[in-house]
């Protein structure tokens, strides 16, 4: 008798909830391991080649280098501290050291349903693409050693105390802050920090004027294709399962990348009388950036909302940030992804309730519309201020350490030689 009790027992532990949730998932993983190919593959090849064809032909290789060397940087700094920074302890901003190097990380080790190598390898390439999409704002004009040490830099002071204040167990997270795929931990702090990052560094030579045009229209569409597609894996992905959550945050992320598209269209089509190919696909990069933070809130309805206004919004605070503020954010990252990422942090309080406005298909969330919009809100202002403070420190330190600008003459010739010797294209 007491054999078959001690059988009991042990068979509802193996059954029981808390026992199922530590067990490796194949479907769990199996998806998983496809998001994390797709994240990184909006990094290289997508875009490094988003951002190539919009500068100009004697620089298209020093943008594919910093991107290529981003990837690579950040990757080593993920392993050394950065996991373990985001991920661990529980502080209230920053995270603990036990996972330096990651130490603790066995062959069998599970993170929820997934292996902790997966998960792991999966965040990593969110931290990696954070910094590369930086790169948009001091294109064509900052010296690639200062590119190196202020990713290092920034990486550190900005965007790991971010990643832990909102999804690893921090301040942000705790007072019930919703960012299922980083509209603040990736968009904002890019955003801000971009925008930081052109004030500093200031103009480039023939700013504002007709001569800073994309050298490569299809090269842009093709690299922003690829962003389309790897961002399946970004937001669907941050489900963290195969479940309906994942297919939900594909469905609205498709959505509102539509929308935001042909809403830009159509304002650059009103106002200029001609629509571009460079318009249409910022504005699905701008309906990409809003819906992220969002995706996994609210619901088909919310993202048709979502989009129109990310085509609005964005569009015109890209006019405001270069023509009114003259602010030489070179590719738009603020105004695209900054606002676009906020825009979505809020927005998703009035939308995401099932019984609400616009609401169906939506998840839902336990305070009221006003309190869960406070919430957001405070977000927005913790993760703007911080990165606003730390990414002016990067880029101070950094120039402590070496030139953050290289010369006129330079700039002139294009750093593709200048800081390469190297040349994309051989002509005569």
């Known amino acids: 008798m007491k054999l078959f009790n001690y059988c009991l027992i042990a068979l509802a532990t193996i059954l029981s909830p808390a026992a199922l949730s530590s ?42 280098m910093q991107c290529f060397a981003i990837c690579c940087i950040v990757s080593v700094v993920w392993v050394i501290y950065g996991y373990s920074l985001a991920f661990t302890g529980s502080g209230s901003i920053i995270g603990g050291t036990d996972a330096f190097f990651l130490s603790n990380l066995a062959r069998d080790s599970a993170s929820g349903t ?47 105390p971010a990643c832990h204040m909102v999804w690893g167990g921090g301040y942000l997270g705790s007072i019930g802050v919703i960012d299922f795929a980083g509209g603040l931990v990736v968009h904002a702090t890019c955003g801000v920090g971009a925008l930081v990052a052109a004030m500093m560094l200031g103009p480039r030579k023939g700013f504002p004027g007709g001569s800073l045009v994309p050298h490569n229209r299809p090269m ?50 009103i106002k200029t009388g001609k629509p571009t190919v460079v318009g249409i696909a910022t504005g699905m990069v701008a309906g ?15 993202a048709l909302l979502i989009g129109l206004l990310a085509g609005l919004i964005c569009f015109y605070a890209t006019q405001m940030i270069k023509g009114f503020f003259k602010i030489d954010d070179s590719l738009d990252v603020f105004p695209v992804h900054g606002v676009g990422g906020i825009l979505g942090i809020l927005m998703l309080a009035f939308i995401g309730k099932p019984d609400g406005f616009l609401g169906a298909g939506a998840a839902g969330f336990d305070p009221s519309v006003f309190d ?14 911080w990165t606003l403070v730390f990414s002016w420190i990067a880029l101070k330190i950094t120039s402590l350490i070496a030139d953050l600008r290289v010369s006129h003459d330079n700039e002139h010739e294009g750093l593709d030689l200048t800081e390469h010797n190297e040349s994309a294209y051989h002509t005569g």
């Open 23 to 64: 067990e490796v998932n194949p479907g769990d993983t199996a998806w998983i391991l496809t998001a994390t190919a797709l994240v990184l593959f909006m990094t290289l090849p997508g875009l490094a080649l988003f951002y190539g064809g919009l500068v100009r032909s004697q620089n298209i290789l020093s943008v594919l």
């Open 114 to 160: 997934l292996p902790e190598s997966l998960f792991v390898v999966f965040q990593m390439t969110f931290a990696v693409i954070t910094p590369a999409l930086v790169v948009g704002a001091f294109a064509e004009r900052m010296k690639f050693s200062a590119m190196c040490i202020f990713t290092v830099l920034w990486v550190t002071l900005v965007y790991l």
């Open 220 to 269: 842009v569409v093709m690299g922003a294709a690829m962003l389309w597609v790897g961002w399946f894996g970004f937001n669907g992905g941050s489900a963290v399962a195969a479940d309906s959550n994942a297919a939900m945050a594909i469905l609205v992320t498709h959505i509102s990348a539509a929308v935001g598209a042909l809403t830009w269209m159509t304002v650059e089509w």
């Open 288 to 302: 990409l950036a809003t819906i992220t933070p969002a995706s996994g809130t609210v619901g088909p309805q919310g």
């Open 372 to 385: 869960q919009f406070m919430i957001q809100l405070q977000g927005v202002v913790v993760i703007c201020i």
